[in-house]
């Protein structure tokens, strides 16, 4: 909640200023507020900001494995900043360590889960319509200008009967479940708990709780990653879990790295019990040159940029707006990390 009676000292980019200054304004109405640049509270070493809004730009190329010296510097104003009530972040994930470390201090964290959800969904699909018609082998095939028909044991499977287990059934697994089911295939979402009243997203989804996933697994031709890490999701994907697949079934992960058993996914890819991978997240990232996972002809690999879209900056900086709104009005803000 915010005094109203003190002006509030709002931290973002100069980009996000230039983009979203006049926005701002009409959200504070007649409350006064300033806004920070960025760059110029961290050439200052100025740390009396209220709100904080990381966009993007902010984060750049760096990972939360790899944190460019300049995001070091924002992260450490951050940390130093004893007047920091709330930030809001551009991911659907708060799972960095400066956002732990600052939801421990008693910093409200909210994300903007649903901005890329379309976009994410939409991905995970190209990779699982890419994986089922075996583009990676005709890739491979067209760069030494072989005609292979598809014939035989290299006849594709049809995709409708087929069974997509997906892992979180937030914004991403809904929009995905419900591409799926237009293409014919059964759908298995794995949640925290039932809900007492299905939503109008979940018609003809299979339920389970992370407690009783594993049975569903024998029957998973498709076991699809969508959900947050945490002490839960940390590992879920382990030898077990994969040696319950059915042999030729394949690996979709868009969530978060730590969410798999890197070693054993490289072994159950190496023995050919799984059938292949797209995988955009991984235990460290940039995924390291010497990891065998580049060198699979089954896997396909992105730089975690399943997420990324033109539209997404508009859409974080809504959820932003509407955020700042509610501080501004007391109310409740979406997306609150717990």
Known sequence: MSDTNAPLRILMSQQSVDRWGASVAAVMGRRTFELIPLEAAVAAQRTDADVAFISREVTGTSTKHEIHPALQQVYELLRQSQSLRWVH?????????IYLDLLAKGVQVTTSSGANAQVVATVALAGILALARRFP??????????????????MPRDLPGQTATIVGWGPIGQKLGGLLQALGMQVVAVRQQLAAQPSPASGGVEMVTFESWTQVLPKTDWLILACPLTAKT??????????????????????????????????????????????????????????????????????HAAGHSDGNETRVGQIFLDNLRCWNEGALLRNSVN
């Open 89 to 97: 972040i551009h991911s659907a994930g708060a799972d960095r360590q």
């Open 137 to 154: 082998l005709l890739w491979a095939e067209q760069q030494t200008r072989q005609w292979i028909p598809m014939m035989g044991a290299r």
């Open 234 to 303: 940390r590992q879920l994907v382990n030898a077990s879990a994969l040696a319950g697949l059915p042999r030729g079934a394949h690996l979709i992960n868009v969530a978060r790295g730590e969410v798999v058993d890197e070693p054993a996914l490289v072994s159950a890819l190496q023995s050919g019990h799984l059938g292949g991978a797209f995988l955009d997240v991984f235990a460290h990232e940039p995924l390291p040159s010497n990891s065998p996972l580049w060198a699979m002809p089954q896997v396909m690999i992105t730089p």
